[in-house]
């Protein structure tokens, strides 16, 4: 192969890499300063304690799952909880790019892109992917966004339509869950959800043992 020839395919090559780097660099915008800024949220839960005044039994309960909602109305739940079959993302829940679907089961088409392909085991802060062994999105079933906090109470309860979980096991998966727990741990640029969630755990538990009534509206 001629000099000339090299040189001309050379310059090719770089003038198509430029190309390429100019069209994606605005999808990558900002993620650098973002793993460079850790992410922060100044909300809290209220203590369980805070609401032993309330006497009545079933009151109680209501205030309790409404402070715990808190968690639940957060970006970093409802972003994998949406009523259509694309997952949201950001603080923002725009719809996720690149395109992907929840599939048959929460990972993705069959024949198309699977969660895993850019979600892997723990948060790549350097390109700014969220990661989790467990990353899905959650089954139509409990879907939350566009559904007021007192419908999501009625339907984490509902065992059709939570997983087939007991109070117990409901319990148990809010508080102990590590794919649940990635919510306060969600990597750089992303607000954590509020409190922590041992005070998640702890609310859930004690909206269960008042007997797990809802909020109303």
């Known amino acids: 192969m001629s000099r000339l020839r090299q040189s001309l395919l050379a310059l090719g090559a770089g003038g198509l890499a430029a190309v390429v780097l100019a069209l994606v660099a605005p ?3 900002g993620v650098a300063d973002a793993a460079n800024n850790p992410a922060t949220n100044p909300a809290l839960l209220q203590p369980v304690k805070a609401f032993a005044g309330i006497k009545n ?3 109680r309960a209501a205030a309790l799952f ?3 909602g808190k968690v639940i109305s957060s970006p970093r739940c409802m972003n994998c909880h949406p009523a259509g079959e694309r997952p949201t993302q950001s603080d923002r829940m725009l719809p996720h790019q690149p395109l992907v679907v929840r599939g048959p089961h929460g990972t993705g ?8 392909t850019c979600h ?10 969220p990661g989790n062994p467990k990353w899905a999105v959650a089954p139509i079933e409990m879907a939350w966004q566009g559904k007021s906090l007192s419908q999501i109470c009625v339907q984490i309860k509902d065992r059709a339509r939570n997983g087939d979980k007991t109070m117990a096991a ?6 102990d869950d590590e794919l649940v727990g990635w ?11 509020p409190g922590t969630q041992k005070q998640f755990g702890e609310l859930i538990k004690a909206w269960a043992d008042a007997g797990a009534a809802c ?3």
């Open 66 to 68: 409404q402070e715990a």
């Open 109 to 116: 088409e069959v024949g198309g892109t699977a969660c895993a």
């Open 183 to 193: 919510g306060w741990n969600p990597g750089a640029g992303r607000t954590p959800a």
């Open 27 to 29: 999808s990558f915008d």
């Open 120 to 129: 892997h085991e723990a948060n790549f802060d350097a390109a700014g992917v």
């Open 57 to 59: 039994k079933e009151q």
């Open 170 to 175: 409901l319990v148990h998966h809010m508080a």
């Open 215 to 217: 909020p109303k509206g």
